[in-house]
């Protein structure tokens, strides 16, 4: 029961039931009025016929009287006199007296007839009536075989176009259910897996070019979480494998690591732990929901808080002369975030001196950073934004980066709808372009 219901509501079965029942309906409309028209016309016809005889049945009745309808056959005709007696008759129309009124329809030994009538005029100058019947049998019997086979014929008509419409359907649908059986057997586990695409340019064939670049982006989605997931786990593994270590050392031989070195490790290495798990989790919420609804924010201020709070550190020289006023619409947290990665990337690979920029440029506002550094090489400079890229493996360890902070650059500012890219510094190092549209 199941199947046979899951199979009616088939897209095949919808189609097919859909268009039998617009056909039928189209059909059994049209031959109703088809038959009602042809009706009018054979009727039409016999009353046309009706009328010829009448006018001629008068003619002779006024020139020769009442009894010139005498002998005639096959039709019904009779003078009617004022009184209601018929005064004479054909051969078929014996008394009673017919209907007067035209257009009367009238039964006679079984057999249905139309009768029209007038006034007629008679020799002896007294009026009379004349009707006069054409039989409707001819008409009723078209009438009847029409519709007999139309009754026949619509129903074999529609089911007929109703199994060639399922075969048809089901043969047009053939190729989407390969693909969906196809698709039902990706496994998480098959790499590389596509679609065979049929070479007949239709929809169908776009569909499999569709599910197979559907696939390619599950794979190439799937590789990224595989590294990550491997990235991720060998960054968390080496702080937690150095304290470890120093607390083995401890245990081990207490003279040689205090307890003060201990939690100098220990309060180091959690730290760097800290900014691993919080720069992950940044990651994950951008990937999962992007950013908030977009609030004005002075991106200006939020350069100027960096450029006050490296100056109190005092590690490099910072150029704040450039920052202007630019207002945007995002979220004010995510794009601090963005500010500070930039500048504590600056601050680290800096020989003494960085930059900072904000102005309005058309429609965006532009984000500078500069340092006095090594630069970027031209071929590194689209993967130092991948995750847990270091171009200075050594060093950045050693001044706590993670390898997150220009991921979360790269894709706070794509899910602001902006971009960032690298060049040469007027300062002789990188420079950091971010483009955020102007707002608010």
Not at 254 to 281: Q, S
Not at 327 to 332: I, K, M, S, T
Not at 364 to 374: K, R
């Amino acid at each position: 029961m199941p199947e046979r219901r899951r199979r009616l509501r088939s897209l095949r079965a919808r189609t097919t039931f859909g268009a039998v029942a617009l056909v039928l309906a189209a059909l059994v409309v049209g031959s109703a009025a088809f038959v009602v028209v042809l009706r009018l016309v054979l009727v039409e016809g016999v009353r046309s016929s009706a009328e010829s005889g009448l006018e001629q049945a008068s003619a002779r009745v006024e020139a020769d009287g009442a009894g010139a309808v005498d002998g005639y056959d096959d039709v019904l005709v009779q003078v009617v006199g004022d009184d209601g007696r018929v005064l004479a008759h054909g051969d078929d129309a014996d008394p009673p007296a017919l209907p007067t009124d035209d257009e009367s329809r009238w039964t006679h030994d079984g057999e249905r007839w139309l009768l029209v009538s007038d006034d007629v005029d008679l020799p002896d100058g007294t009026e009379a009536t004349i009707v006069f019947g054409s039989s409707l049998e001819s008409a009723d019997t078209a009438t009847t075989a029409v519709t007999t086979l139309l009754a026949i014929g619509v129903p074999v008509l529609v089911a007929l176009m109703g199994v060639g419409t399922w075969i048809v359907v089901g043969r047009s649908l053939r190729p989407v259910d390969r693909i969906r059986r196809e698709v039902d057997a990706v496994r998480g586990d098959a790499r590389g897996a596509r679609i065979a695409v049929p070479d007949t340019g239709d929809e169908v064939a776009r569909l499999a070019d569709t599910m197979n670049a559907m696939l390619e982006r599950l794979d190439r989605s799937a590789s990224a979480q595989r590294q990550f997931v491997a990235d991720a786990s060998h960054e968390l593994r080496s702080p937690i494998a150095s304290v470890r270590q120093h607390a083995s050392v401890a245990a081990a031989h207490p003279d040689r690591i205090g307890v003060g070195e201990l939690a100098e490790v220990v309060t180091a290495e959690n730290d760097r732990l800290a900014r691993l798990v919080d720069g992950l989790l940044v990651l994950s919420k951008l990937d999962e929901r992007g950013v908030a609804d977009g609030r004005a924010v002075d991106l200006d201020d939020l350069v100027l808080a960096e450029v006050s709070r490296v100056r109190s550190a005092g590690l490099v020289t910072v150029d704040g002369s450039g920052v202007g006023p630019a207002r945007v619409l995002g979220d004010a947290g995510v794009l601090s975030r963005v500010v500070r990665n930039l500048v504590d990337n600056a601050v680290r690979h800096a020989s003494g001196r960085i930059a900072l920029g904000v102005r309005a440029e058309a429609t965006w506002a532009v984000l500078t950073v500069d340092d006095d550094g090594v630069g970027v090489p031209g071929p590194e400079r689209d993967r130092v934004f991948e995750r847990f890229v270091r171009l200075d493996e050594a060093r950045s360890r050693d001044d706590g980066g993670s390898g997150l902070g220009l991921a979360i650059v790269r894709d706070a500012v794509r899910a602001h709808g902006g971009s960032v890219v690298i060049e040469d510094a007027p300062l002789g190092g990188a420079r950091f372009v971010v483009r955020i549209a102007l707002g608010g």
